[in-house]
């Protein structure tokens, strides 16, 4: 999970801390990271935090895979 979130800027490590990354221009972030399954996301996304984003993604995958195991 932190791998992903790494990859795709959502968060940064600084001194082995976690740290959410605001970005200025969401719409060049949306560009940038929200393709693929996530595309239809696009007009729903709203926020300079794509850690809450990735988290609360995150949570729903996790469990519509427990809901399919």
């Excluded at 221009?25 to 929200?34: A, F, N, S, V």
């Excluded at 935090?49 to 729903?60: D, G, H, K, R, V």
């Amino acid at each position: 999970m932190i791998a992903l979130l790494l990859e795709k800027k959502a968060i940064k490590m600084i001194d082995d801390r976690k740290r959410m990354v605001i970005y200025d221009d969401i719409e060049e972030y949306k560009k940038k990271y929200l393709m693929g399954v996530y595309q239809s996301l696009h007009p729903y996304y709203e926020t300079e935090m794509p850690y809450i984003f990735w988290n609360a993604l995150y949570e729903i995958l996790l469990a519509q895979e427990r809901k399919t195991h």
